[in-house]
């Protein structure tokens, strides 16, 4: 599939879907199959001196030139199927077979041979020309693939078929056998391209929500541009009913936005000034103007399509197995084609032409196209369940490796929390008032942009204190509080462990944090000079779905872990209302990795869940990292697994939808295997004199293409786990 990306950040070859060998720097057809070749991105150097105005956006032409692309490809194989079967018919029905058969006598005073010879090399050389000519590519990069299979045994068939006919006109020939063989592996083909079609509704769902036209702000006048050409900086206009073509932020109007069809978060959200929006949502009741901030590549929407884009293209471990299995079945094929030839001719001592069946139909029906489509198949299908669930899932092996974790690890701010603390209580020493030292926390607190802090000014407003003070020399400490100075006055405001690293005695006020923090409050504490004056306490509400979590992940199986930066009794006492046995607290931003090493040097495969920005070396660390929220750009980067709604239960649904996933996988590579494992023995002979049992080559056609459309159907059955990914 394709990646949208600026310019100059790619550049473009054009290959085949059918035949990859063929790799061109310019569009046009495949020699091979004359289809159109698909643009495949690569990343090149960056050319800094693009100008801004020629960089590119999620162009909703252009987005649907895959999807388009696909359809045309499955319409062109379609078409080569339908003719092939027409022309089959009567090559079968006059073939020495049907004649036999149906006790047919022939239309016209010609041999047989002739009529199916001109029936026949329409069939073999326009619509089998994607094998033949993937053939020829394929040996020229010195390639044994399942194109060399089905063109070996199509022409094995036909070329002993015409020297019959022009040396014996009356002799049997193998007609019937090329023109069936072609019949039944393109429908096979086409029955395959409909199926890897139809999981890619996600994906073009994704596309849709680019708007193709917006309304921008240029030169002082309102115009309508392709969204494609809307830049950094551009004013865009939005209207009652708009879909916002990229990301920006307000500064105009007020209005509420949809945006569940990029967040999965059903609730219009309200936006004002200053607020962000995201392209795709979708503008509900006010009018609004905004400033574009990222566009093309750089957008939430365009990430999130490269990612749903990538984990279909990429291979599961299991699928590399599959490919050198595959590889080595080609030279197994053509070597026990070779081998049924010569035994049964110079050793058995039969005729050229049983000998030449035998032959032909093991070739054909070792064709590992079944192996091939076994894991691909079914890592499209789980991928595309994802993205539609809101869930996405950076590659394969992601998807694979999420089945095999031991452990979950789950950050409690932002995770199993809302993520908005609110001020429950002030606290104050013996001779200063509450809302004074709410006021100065919140003058101190103002710089920083921590869900306490903006719990504590947004408590100071609900107040109507004045928070305006003379700020100087402030200084966030990473994980611990802020300290500045407030009109003259030196002030620290954060946890305890800040206090005692600055030998400020608490004990005037210890009884009461103990009792905060013993109600799951994480308390900020504030000092002036050097004394302890309050503590403000601050809860986050857990989420409605966190205990639901716990319980489904432990009833799987899986161990629960909670990491925290707050104060031991904190953790203590949410850990305990949730049911999680085991916890880390007071742990920094950057201490979170060692204690993800801690686990993983246990032995075990552990799964970080948290906001993606200051748990990313966590996230990083972890087997898996599971980023929850609404896909901010380090969450996107950092994590393997992105839930773009805030809702732990997606964490089950996508542990759920890897282990459905890997067993679909299993299933496939299993019928697979065991069909060619059978299939190869009668095909070759094997058990012809002792049972009697032989397959003519097209028979073994069709049940080659019979395996690989019941491969690609029990990978699109994965669709029914659909309903209890949430249970």
């Not at 693939?145 to 070329?159: D, E, P, R, W």
């Not at 393109?186 to 596309?207: P, V, Y």
């Amino acid at each position: 599939m394709r990646n949208y990306h600026s310019p100059h950040e790619q550049a473009t070859i054009y290959t085949c879907s059918m035949h990859p060998e063929v790799q061109k720097t310019e569009p046009g057809k495949c020699p091979g199959c004359g289809m159109d070749l698909i643009p495949q991105s690569k990343p090149s150097p960056a050319h800094a001196d693009h100008d801004m105005q020629k960089m590119s956006h999620i162009d909703h032409e252009s987005a649907m030139t895959n999807p388009a692309m696909a359809k045309k490809m499955e319409a062109d194989m379609r078409r080569r199927f339908w003719i092939s079967f027409v022309l089959s018919i009567p090559i079968f029905l006059y073939s020495p077979v049907g004649i036999n058969f149906f006790k047919l006598s022939l239309p016209m005073p010609i041999p047989a041979s002739w009529i199916l010879f001109i029936l026949t090399t329409p069939v073999v050389f326009w619509a089998g020309s994607i094998f033949i000519i993937g053939t020829y590519y394929s040996l020229k990069a010195r390639k044994l693939n399942m194109s060399v299979l089905i063109a070996t045994g199509v022409l094995a068939a036909y070329l002993f078929s015409v020297l019959l006919t022009f040396i014996q006109p009356e002799s049997e020939t193998f007609y019937e056998a090329a023109a069936l063989l072609v019949t039944f592996v393109l429908f096979g083909h086409w029955m395959e391209m409909k199926s890897r079609r139809g999981t890619s509704d996600a994906l073009r769902a994704l596309f849709d929500l680019v708007p193709p036209k917006a309304l921008v702000v240029r030169n002082g006048q309102e115009i309508t541009i392709p969204s494609s050409e809307i830049v950094q900086g551009d004013i865009v206009v939005l209207r009652p009913g708009d879909k916002v073509p990229v990301d920006g932020e307000i500064i105009k109007g007020e209005t509420s936005i949809d945006e569940s069809l990029v967040t999965g978060e059903s609730i219009p959200v309200a936006k004002k000034g200053g607020d962000k929006v995201v392209g795709g949502s979708v503008n509900l009741t006010g009018a609004a103007k905004f400033k574009a901030t990222k566009v093309g590549s750089e957008t939430v929407l365009a990430q999130i399509i490269k990612m749903v884009e990538t984990a279909q293209n990429s291979k599961a471990p299991g699928q590399r197995i599959a490919d050198k299995a595959a590889a080595i079945l080609v030279v197994v094929a053509i070597g026990s084609g070779a081998a049924a030839f010569l035994g049964w001719y110079f050793v058995a001592g039969v005729g050229l032409l049983t000998a030449l069946t035998f032959a032909v139909s093991t070739v054909v029906i070792a064709c590992p196209d079944a192996l091939g489509l076994a894991t691909p198949t079914a890592v499209a299908v789980g991928t595309g369940l994802g993205a539609k669930h809101n869930i996405l899932i950076k590659d394969a092996v992601t998807l694979e490796n999420t089945s095999k974790l031991n452990v979950i690890v789950l950050d409690k701010t932002g995770t199993l929390t809302e993520g908005k603390p609110k001020v429950t209580e002030v606290v104050v020493s013996q001779g200063f008032d509450k809302n004074s030292v709410l006021a100065v926390a919140a003058a101190v607190e103002r710089s920083s942009n921590h869900p306490i802090s903006v719990a504590i000014i947004e408590e100071a407003k609900k107040q109507n204190l004045s928070i305006e003070k003379k700020i100087e020399k402030f200084e966030a400490i990473g994980g611990h509080g802020v300290r500045a100075i407030a009109d003259g006055k030196v002030v620290i405001a954060g946890t305890e462990r800040l206090m005692k690293q600055n030998n400020i005695d608490l004990s005037p006020l210890q009884k009461e944090i103990n009792r905060l923090l013993g109600t799951g409050n994480t308390i900020s504490v504030v000092a002036i000079d050097g004394k302890v004056v309050g503590a403000i306490g601050v809860a986050d509400t857990v989420r409605e779905t966190a205990k639901k979590t716990v319980q489904k992940l432990k009833e799987m199986g899986l161990e629960v872990v909670m990491i925290t930066g707050d104060h031991e009794q904190v953790a203590k006492a949410i850990s305990a209302d949730l049911s999680i046995d085991r916890y880390f607290a007071q742990v920094l931003p950057e201490e979170k990795a060692k204690y993800v090493k801690k686990l993983q040097d246990e032995g075990k495969s552990v799964a970080m869940v948290g906001d993606g920005i200051n748990d990313a070396p966590a996230l990083a660390q972890s087997d898996i990292g599971i980023a929850i929220g609404a896909g901010t750009d380090v969450a996107i980067e950092t994590g393997n697994i992105v839930l773009m709604k805030s809702d732990p239960y997606d964490i089950v649904a996508a542990i759920r939808l890897s282990k459905a996933t890997v067993t679909k996988m299993k299933q496939n590579l299993f019928w697979a295997a065991i069909y060619n494992v059978l299939a190869i023995p009668v095909a070759a002979g094997v058990f012809y004199n002792s049972l009697g049992w032989s397959l003519r080559p097209e028979i073994s056609a069709l049940l080659m293409s019979a395996s690989s459309i019941i491969v690609a159907t029990n990978a699109v059955l994965l669709k029914r786990v659909e309903p209890r990914l949430k249970e």
